[in-house]
């Protein structure tokens, strides 16, 4: 009878985890979300920008460093 009874309740369990749960469907975008990421674009932009213009400068040093010691 325990047999049984623990073959009855693996089987149950075995089934109930072998079921997918419905996937959500996707949120909408809002507003606050778009805006959220021009935001984080901006910044990147700028960042970019910052960094170009850091190698600039560097490489002016360096160049400028090169005439010295020649």
């Known amino acids: ?3 049984i009874s623990f ?5 149950l369990w075995l089934v109930a985890c072998g079921q997918q749960k419905p996937s959500l469907p ?3 975008k809002t507003p ?8 984080q674009r ?3 932009q700028r960042a970019k920008g910052v960094e170009k213009t850091l190698q600039q400068q560097s490489q002016a040093q360096q160049q ?7």
């Open 26 to 28: 996707p949120l909408p």
């Open 7 to 11: 073959s009855l309740v693996m089987i």
């Open 32 to 39: 606050a979300d778009t805006r959220l990421f021009d935001m």
């Open 1 to 3: 009878m325990r047999a």
């Open 42 to 44: 901006e910044e990147l």
């Open 64 to 70: 400028a460093v090169d005439q010295q010691s020649q």
